[in-house]
C-alpha cells in the first residue's frame, strides 16, 4: 500500500502561547479545579460565621499588618509578572531571565512576612471552629503560593541553561505569569475573608 502525504505540516511550530497552547488550557483547568477548593473554603467560613452568635468566636479580628504587607507585595508584582509575560512573548531570552529572577525574589518575599501572618491571626487552628477555618483557608494560600515559586524557581534555573534557549520554555514562563495571576486575585479575595469580614 503507497503512502501519500496530504500536507507538509514541518513548518509549523512546535508550541505557542495562551489559549493556542495546550498547557495553557491545563493551566485554566487547574485553576478551575483550585478556585473550586476556594469557594468551598470561604462557603465553609460564611456557614460557620452564619451559625456562631459571635464572630469571630473567642478571639479578636487578626492583626491587619502581615497580611496587608502580602497584600501590597503580590499586587505590586503584577507589573513585573505581566513584564517577563510580555518578554516570553517575544522571546527576549536576556530579559526573561532577569525577569525570572525578580520574580522568585518576589514570590519567597510574601512567604517570608506569612511566618509572622499565622500568629497574626490571633488564635491556634485548633481552638474552635474560627481557629480552623482560617487557619486552613491561610495554609491553603500558602500552599499555593510555595508551589507557584517552586515552579518559578525550576523555570528560572532552566532559562539560565542551554534548555532555556528552546521556544517552549517561553512558552511555559508565560503560562507561569498566567497561573501567578490567580495565586495573586484569589489572595484579594482571601484577605477580604479572612481580615475585613470579621470587623464587619
Do not use: C
Not at 7 to 35: K, R, V
Amino acid at each position: 500500500m503507497r503512502h501519500r502525504p496530504v500536507a507538509d505540516i514541518s513548518h509549523l511550530p512546535t508550541y505557542d502561547f495562551g489559549s493556542a497552547s495546550p498547557m495553557w488550557w491545563g493551566t485554566l483547568a487547574f485553576i478551575a479545579l483550585e478556585a473550586t477548593g476556594f469557594v468551598l473554603a470561604i462557603g465553609t467560613y460564611f456557614y460557620l460565621a452564619v451559625l456562631a452568635r459571635h464572630w469571630p468566636i473567642g478571639a479578636p479580628a487578626p492583626d491587619l499588618l502581615p497580611g496587608t504587607a502580602v497584600l501590597v507585595i503580590l499586587v505590586a508584582s503584577v507589573l513585573p509578572n505581566h513584564m517577563i509575560e510580555f518578554w516570553a512573548r517575544r522571546r527576549d531570552l536576556a530579559k526573561v531571565r532577569l525577569g525570572i529572577v525578580v520574580m522568585s525574589i518576589v514570590g519567597i518575599l510574601p512567604l517570608i512576612v506569612r511566618i509572622w501572618e499565622f500568629p497574626a491571626l490571633r488564635i491556634s487552628w485548633d481552638q474552635n471552629a474560627y481557629g480552623s477555618i482560617v487557619w486552613f483557608l491561610l495554609g491553603l494560600h500558602t500552599t499555593h503560593l510555595l508551589t507557584d515559586v517552586g515552579d518559578t524557581i525550576v523555570l528560572a534555573v532552566l532559562m539560565f541553561t542551554q534548555k532555556g534557549k528552546a521556544g517552549r520554555r517561553f512558552s511555559d514562563v508565560s503560562d507561569n505569569a498566567f497561573y501567578w495571576d490567580f495565586v495573586v486575585v484569589s489572595w484579594v479575595v482571601l484577605y477580604l475573608v479572612i481580615y475585613w469580614a470579621p470587623r464587619m
